[in-house]
């Protein structure tokens, strides 16, 4: 760990599926969850957006990541990547990624959170593919809505 802490309890991993499983009442509740939403991002045939969530825990992360994945469209993207960086209640960071499929992205973002200290912050970045590679360069595209979620 960068804070040389180690985690005490695994962090678990999130998974789209989990959203879901959620019964109506659970998904009419993440209509109290606030979160912000930044310009989608064109750029040949791919859309890219963020949306972010302060978060202090492990439970506010669960609760954005359903949010982002109930929502019609980022159910009809190609990727959802999950990045977050909080500071526990013992004031350890603990952070985690998930590609979604995107290779990289995830530990890319995480990077770009740690460098630019970024952190009590959930972002998921949704793409949209279509079909022409980026390359390393959508790393860059996906850097920018980072920044400005938090």
């Given at each position: ?36 939403y930044t310009q ?111």
């Open positions: 760990m960068p804070n040389g802490g180690k985690y005490e309890e695994p962090i678990p991993k999130l998974e789209i599926s989990d959203a879901l499983q959620l019964d109506v009442s659970q998904v009419e509740s993440l209509d109290n969850v606030e979160v912000m989608p991002t064109k750029s040949k045939d791919s859309e890219i957006f963020a949306t972010g969530r302060k978060v202090n825990t492990m439970s506010e992360v669960s609760e954005f990541y359903n949010k982002v994945n109930v929502d019609i469209n980022s159910v009809a993207s190609d990727h959802c990547i999950l990045v977050y960086r909080f500071k526990d209640s013992d004031l350890k960071i603990q952070e985690r990624f998930w590609d979604n499929g995107q290779h990289g992205a995830g530990l890319r973002l995480l990077q770009f959170m740690r460098v630019n200290k970024i952190v009590n912050v959930g972002v998921v970045i949704t793409r949209w593919s279509g079909g022409i590679h980026h390359g390393p360069y959508r790393f860059e595209i996906m850097e920018e809505p980072v920044s400005y979620t938090h």
